[in-house]
């Protein structure tokens, strides 16, 4: 018979030359790393764009928000007046210092006046009542002749008085007889929106405009001519007809780059606000990243070859030490992991059968002296039972059981120690059963853990705490409420307020503000101490009390009591007509017509206003108002109270 040879124990691929192997290695990782980052760039290049979406978006929202505020405030303080200038004629100094303090509450007016039928200025915010006629004026004739009270946003002029560009507000004063009787105007410097606008990051091909709805530019970011007719343009011939808010691609009108386009029509007023971003702005982060991730890959390929070369050098060996790593995997595996823990064998009955020589420098234990021992004589007594628990859940020779507990060190000390059980061998025997066992010094882990879980509490406490007074914040009073308010049938709510705190600032400066704020704090605090009930800072002078399972008469006695132990502490205020620092309360507590909570706060609210109308430095039931009467005299005292106070 002919001679044959043995089959060759490496099988199909030992017959592969090793440099195919290698060659078809490195090609194939080669294209699985470029491939990756081929994927990776794209991947990249849609994110970024989908991020610059999603940022120019929100950024036109909170513009448009912006700019509707903006023009809403001024809207609301017009309003007034010319509700005012239907009834009467005030007197020019009286009403032109009311104009004045208007424009200083609102940082957006330039200046707010008032012309008469014939177009003459009757009152302004300006320090000299302009002499010029402004029936010339679009504004002017349009509220002439049409009996709109609506606002009216005017394209940008110039000011006869600097040559300031502004926007013009206006608004009709229509007499009691109907007829025509002025206009109420204000204007707006466009520096106040472009102020705001250059802090904003949109790169320098970017852009910010506010327009009319007719298409007419009020004001752009960075700089252009105001007045620029911008109705011929896709967004008003196309796609402010199909939605109010929208993006996409175009070429800019104002420098002819391709750029990236949100726009979104404001709520309420005729104008819409666009935020335009460059591509290359918006994508300057993926190229930067690109050439991240280009040397990166570089790197990588590097490292194939290398590792390719490597390979090449070590295939010859391979099957040499193939069958002596097999033989002693097992031994380098436990030797490698666990050099460091100490490894111990327990018998059937707890006995200790070998332990390793790292415990004596882990636990200070020698060995020799622990063989034949129980392994329980060095476990602490309260976590004996949960050591045996961990042993009778293993039920197979690859299940491992953990568990962290005292352990006994050489010196009487405790430590605790991790440790890692499992079935030494599988066998049918019960009394031959082995476990094996990895210990391993957790302590200095354990007392890691301990202080962070300190940690977390403690902060957990600062989120639900005011800074100053450490009476609870406004969100944890807003919260306990909530929850009170469901699960109680009774319930109150105390608002309290510091009288002429304001005068206080003024007179004794800030700190000695802070120092009566926590005073007053205290004494609100130490009321509802030991108690179910919550003292919470509401928001600068004001405090607030919950009072669940309480009735209006006991809730009122615990405002009295507050209020009066305020006074007790004898803090003088001199601008306070009493001398010292008071506070006023109002109390109202659930009752079968109250909608919620918010409305019970509503209620107490209320009660407040009316202790401060009737002069402070008291407490007032809510169910004791008579409302159309408290209501009345809201509308005929407002601005009554000094700034800083409420005036509700």
Same mark, same amino acid.
């Given at each position: 018979?002919?001679?044959?040879?043995?089959?060759?124990?490496?099988?199909?691929?030992?017959?592969?030359?090793?440099?195919?192997?290698?060659?078809?290695?490195?090609?194939?990782?080669?294209?699985?790393?470029?491939?990756?980052?081929?994927?990776?760039?794209?991947?990249?290049?849609?994110?970024?764009?989908?991020?610059?979406?999603?940022? !120019?978006?929100?950024?036109?929202?909170?513009?448009?928000?912006?700019?509707?505020?903006?023009?809403?405030?001024?809207?609301?303080?017009?309003?007034?007046?010319?509700?005012?200038?239907?009834?009467?004629?005030?007197?020019?100094?009286?009403?032109?210092?009311?104009?004045?303090?208007?424009?200083?509450?609102?940082?957006?007016?330039?200046?707010?006046?008032?012309?008469?039928?014939?177009?003459?200025?009757?009152?302004?915010?300006?320090?000299?009542?302009?002499?010029?006629?402004?029936?010339?004026?679009?504004?002017?004739?349009?509220?002439?002749?049409?009996?709109?009270?609506?606002?009216? #946003?005017?394209?940008?002029?110039?000011?006869?008085?600097?040559?300031?560009?502004?926007?013009?507000?206006?608004?009709?004063?229509?007499?009691?007889?109907?007829?025509?009787?002025?206009?109420?105007?204000?204007?707006?410097?466009?520096?106040?929106?472009?102020?705001?606008?250059?802090?904003?990051?949109?790169?320098?091909?970017?852009?910010?405009?506010? !327009?009319?709805?007719?298409?007419?530019?009020?004001?752009?970011?960075?700089?252009?001519?105001?007045?620029?007719?911008?109705?011929?343009?896709?967004?008003?011939?196309?796609?402010?007809?199909?939605?109010?808010?929208?993006?996409?691609?175009?070429?800019?009108?104002?420098?002819? !780059?391709?750029?990236?386009?949100?726009?979104?029509?404001?709520?309420?007023?005729?104008?819409? *606000?666009?935020?335009?971003?460059?591509?290359?702005?918006?994508?300057?982060?993926?190229?930067?990243?690109?050439?991240?991730?280009?040397?990166? /890959?570089?790197?990588?390929?590097?490292?194939?070859?290398?590792? @390719?070369?490597?390979?090449?050098?070590?295939?010859?060996?391979?099957?040499?030490?193939?069958?002596?790593?097999?033989?002693?995997?097992?031994?380098?595996?436990?030797?490698?992991?666990?050099?460091?823990?100490?490894?111990?064998?327990?018998?059937?009955?707890?006995?200790?059968?070998?332990?390793?020589?790292?415990?004596?420098? *882990?636990?200070?234990?020698?060995?020799?002296?622990?063989?034949?021992?129980?392994?329980?004589?060095?476990?602490?007594?309260?976590?004996?039972?949960?050591?045996?628990?961990?042993?009778?859940?293993?039920?197979?020779?690859?299940?491992?059981?953990?568990?962290?507990?005292?352990?006994?060190?050489?010196?009487?000390?405790?430590?605790?120690?991790?440790?890692?059980?499992?079935?030494?061998?599988?066998?049918?025997?019960?009394?031959?059963?082995?476990?094996?066992?990895?210990?391993?010094?957790?302590?200095?882990?354990?007392?890691?853990?301990?202080?962070?879980?300190?940690?977390?509490?403690?902060?957990?406490?600062?989120?639900?705490?005011?800074?100053?007074?450490?009476?609870?914040?406004?969100?944890?009073?807003?919260?306990?409420?909530?929850?009170?308010?469901?699960?109680?049938?009774?319930?109150?709510?105390?608002?309290?307020?510091?009288?002429?705190?304001?005068?206080?600032?003024?007179?004794?400066?800030?700190?000695?503000?802070?120092?009566?704020?926590?005073?007053?704090?205290?004494?609100?605090?130490?009321?509802? @101490?030991?108690?179910?009930?919550?003292?919470?800072?509401?928001?600068?002078?004001?405090?607030? *009390?919950?009072?669940?399972?309480?009735?209006?008469?006991?809730?009122?006695?615990?405002?009295?009591? #507050?209020?009066?132990?305020?006074? /007790?502490?004898?803090?003088?205020?001199?601008?306070?007509?009493?001398?010292?620092?008071?506070?006023?309360?109002?109390?109202?507590?659930?009752?079968?017509?109250?909608?919620?909570?918010? /409305?019970?706060?509503?209620?107490?609210?209320? @009660?407040?206003?009316?202790?401060?109308?009737?002069?402070?430095?008291?407490?007032?039931?809510?169910?004791?108002?008579?409302?159309?009467?408290?209501?009345?005299?809201?509308?005929?005292?407002?601005?009554?109270?000094?700034?800083?106070?409420?005036?509700?």
């Amino acid at each position: 018979m002919p001679h044959r040879n043995p089959p060759d124990p490496g099988g199909p691929l030992r017959r592969v030359p090793s440099t195919a192997v290698v060659i078809t290695f490195a090609l194939v990782m080669t294209a699985c790393v470029l491939g990756v980052m081929a994927w990776k760039a794209l991947d990249a290049k849609k994110a970024a764009l989908a991020s610059g979406s999603s940022d !120019i978006q929100n950024l036109v929202h909170s513009l448009s928000e912006h700019a509707s505020h903006t023009i809403q405030a001024v809207d609301i303080a017009m309003a007034g007046m010319v509700d005012l200038l239907k009834y009467r004629n005030p007197k020019p100094d009286r009403f032109n210092r009311y104009l004045t303090e208007t424009a200083k509450t609102l940082p957006q007016l330039r200046g707010i006046g008032v012309a008469d039928a014939d177009g003459n200025w009757s009152y302004s915010s300006l320090p000299e009542t302009p002499r010029h006629n402004v029936t010339d004026r679009s504004y002017f004739a349009y509220h002439r002749d049409a009996p709109d009270n609506s606002l009216r #946003i005017s394209e940008p002029s110039q000011s006869r008085l600097d040559d300031q560009s502004s926007i013009v507000l206006s608004k009709r004063i229509t007499r009691l007889d109907g007829n025509f009787g002025g206009v109420v105007v204000a204007a707006i410097d466009k520096e106040y929106f472009n102020g705001f606008y250059r802090t904003l990051h949109i790169g320098t091909d970017g852009g910010i405009t506010l !327009i009319r709805n007719d298409g007419i530019l009020l004001t752009r970011w960075p700089l252009s001519d105001m007045g620029t007719d911008l109705s011929r343009t896709s967004l008003f011939t196309k796609h402010l007809k199909l939605s109010p808010v929208g993006y996409y691609k175009i070429i800019s009108p104002f420098d002819g !780059i391709a750029k990236y386009f949100g726009y979104e029509a404001t709520p309420h007023y005729p104008m819409v *606000v666009t935020v335009a971003m460059s591509e290359d702005w918006l994508l300057s982060g993926w190229r930067k990243g690109l050439r991240t991730d280009v040397i990166v /890959a570089g790197v990588l390929l590097c490292m194939i070859l290398m590792l @390719a070369a490597l390979l090449a050098l070590q295939f010859r060996f391979r099957n040499k030490i193939e069958r002596a790593l097999r033989e002693r995997e097992a031994h380098y595996r436990l030797l490698a992991n666990n050099i460091a823990d100490i490894i111990i064998l327990i018998d059937a009955r707890s006995l200790l059968r070998y332990v390793s020589r790292s415990a004596e420098p *882990v636990l200070g234990l020698r060995p020799k002296d622990l063989i034949g021992k129980s392994c329980f004589d060095l476990v602490h007594r309260d976590d004996r039972e949960s050591v045996k628990s961990a042993t009778a859940r293993l039920n197979g020779v690859d299940s491992v059981s953990t568990v962290v507990f005292r352990h006994y060190r050489g010196d009487g000390t405790l430590a605790w120690v991790e440790s890692k059980f499992k079935l030494a061998s599988e066998t049918d025997d019960p009394t031959r059963t082995e476990f094996l066992c990895v210990i391993r010094d957790v302590t200095e882990r354990k007392r890691m853990e301990d202080e962070l879980t300190q940690l977390n509490r403690r902060l957990t406490q600062l989120a639900a705490t005011d800074g100053l007074t450490n009476l609870t914040n406004r969100r944890t009073f807003d919260g306990f409420l909530r929850r009170e308010y469901e699960a109680c049938e009774e319930i109150a709510v105390l608002l309290l307020d510091i009288d002429n705190f304001k005068g206080y600032n003024d007179t004794y400066g800030h700190q000695a503000g802070d120092r009566c704020l926590q005073a007053v704090a205290r004494a609100i605090g130490d009321a509802t @101490a030991n108690t179910s009930g919550l003292s919470a800072r509401y928001g600068g002078e004001e405090f607030a *009390v919950v009072l669940p399972n309480t009735t209006e008469d006991a809730a009122l006695k615990v405002a009295e009591s #507050i209020r009066l132990t305020v006074r /007790a502490l004898g803090i003088p205020n001199t601008a306070s007509s009493r001398g010292y620092i008071t506070i006023s309360a109002g109390v109202a507590a659930r009752n079968r017509s109250t909608l919620d909570e918010a /409305a019970l706060v509503g209620e107490a609210d209320t @009660a407040l206003y009316e202790a401060k109308r009737l002069g402070r430095n008291r407490s007032i039931l809510y169910s004791s108002l008579d409302l159309q009467y408290v209501e009345s005299e809201s509308i005929q005292h407002d601005g009554e109270f000094a700034p800083g106070e409420r005036t509700h």
